[in-house]
């Protein structure tokens, strides 16, 4: 948090949200953040006078109030770029973040990461979270999309999104950096993601690579799936609802992609009131948990209270464990791979450090099969 939010100056954002702005109120009522703040024109007032005592790191940065703002107004960018003066200016105190970071950092060194030792065009790149709780699914997935795509190799490393996320811009892009040219190197031309950060970090900075994700390759190729990593279904039909990752909002391919796979297989899909791009946060977004838990908590029960006692199935694993917190929850992984096992409850997701050896087993069975 800004010791002092006085000393950051104003960023451009606020003055044309505090121009248009209404006050409308279609934001805040859907919110947890901008309720206990405030309209956002109010608060870009403040903000250019030097009065805000808000908290862009309470901001879940989910982009919610983009897609439901009448005059077209983006009020997370203000508390990302909130964020992202702080950081420059040495006035974020990142002890809370130390974890995360940490996570990220681990992702990147030499000891996690994984490039194929040949060139190769499309790479599954999996992030850290799905292969650090379902390392077994990953290779499931990445089996699945070699019946596809059979040249197809994996990727393991962290794609900087926690540091995007906290505003450590010029560190985040340095590190991107790195990563995009590595893939570059190795004749990349197609990443295929799991984790919805990473679709979002790779669209908007992967200049030169284009990104799908591979519910999107499995929804479409699903005849060529053999039975080696058959995608099963349940015995009996079964009534779930789908949370949309917020990163993900605006992709409307992909929320398709997904209840495909899930209608193929006989799922009932009952939507739950905000979905698609107007879905809601998980709680875990912009890691305001590691700031306001009871903030992000607030997330996570609208989350509940709309999925009405509703299995939830959603595409990101963080979603997946935040949510699961409240209102059981399936990575949709789990429930293409291991449907009865998901659908009791019995999926298995490990948690650290468990998540830290998984990778290392990932990247192992990967430098056996290169
Ligand atoms: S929806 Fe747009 S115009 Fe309405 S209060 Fe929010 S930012 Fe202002
Ligand atoms: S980005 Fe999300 S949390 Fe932040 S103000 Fe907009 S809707 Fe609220």
């Known amino acids: 948090m800004p010791r002092n939010p006085q000393e950051i100056k104003p960023p451009e954002t606020a003055s044309r949200i505090a121009e248009a ?23 870009a007032r403040q903000v250019l006078t030097g009065d805000s005592t808000v908290d862009p790191y309470e901001c879940s940065l989910c982009n919610l109030c983009a897609a439901v703002c009448p005059e077209g107004l983006a009020p997370g960018d203000l508390f990302l770029d909130r964020r992202r003066l702080a950081a420059d200016q040495g006035l974020v105190d990142f002890k809370p973040y130390a974890q995360l970071l940490g996570y990220e950092k681990l992702g990147h060194s030499r000891l ?3 490039y194929p ?4 065009k499309t790479v599954f790149f999996p992030g850290c979270t799905l292969p650090g709780t379902r390392p077994r699914i990953t290779w499931k997935f990445f089996e699945a999309l070699r019946e596809c795509e059979p040249t197809t190799a994996m990727v393991l490393d962290c794609c900087h999104k926690p540091s995007h996320d906290l505003g450590r811009q010029s560190y985040f892009l340095d590190q991107f950096r790195d990563i995009r040219d590595r893939l570059l190197a190795l004749g990349v031309e197609r990443i295929v993601v799991a984790c919805p950060n990473c679709h979002k970090v790779f669209r908007k900075y992967g200049d030169g690579l284009t990104v799908a994700t ?7 190729d699903q005849a060529r799936i053999t039975d080696k990593t058959a995608l099963a279904s349940p015995r009996t039909t079964v009534q779930i609802t789908v949370h949309d990752p917020c990163p993900l909002r605006d992709q409307v391919g992909v929320h398709q992609a ?61 979603c997946t464990g935040f949510l699961d917190r409240a209102a ?5 992984g789990d429930v293409l791979f291991e449907p009865e096992k998901a659908m009791r409850g019995r999926s298995q997701a490990a948690k650290t450090p468990m998540t830290y050896w998984n990778r290392l087993w990932l990247k192992r069975r990967l430098i056996r099969d290169a």
């Open 214 to 220: 591979v519910y999107e390759v499995l929804a479409q």
């Open 112 to 114: 996690f990461a994984w």
């Open 258 to 318: 997904v209840r495909a796979l899930l209608a193929a297989r006989g799922y009932g899909i009952r939507e739950m009131r905000d979905s698609g791009a107007r879905t809601l946060c998980c709680g875990e977004g912009g890691a305001v948990g590691f700031k306001n838990p009871a903030l992000a908590a607030t997330w996570i029960e609208k989350r509940r209270a709309q999925a009405q006692g509703d299995r939830i199935i959603t595409y990101c694993a963080g």
């Open 117 to 120: 030792p040949t060139p190769a």
């Open 328 to 332: 059981p929850t399936s990575h949709l």
């Open 21 to 43: 702005c209404t006050r409308c109120g279609t934001c805040v009522r859907r919110c947890a953040f901008l309720n206990k703040y405030g309209m956002p024109g109010d608060i």
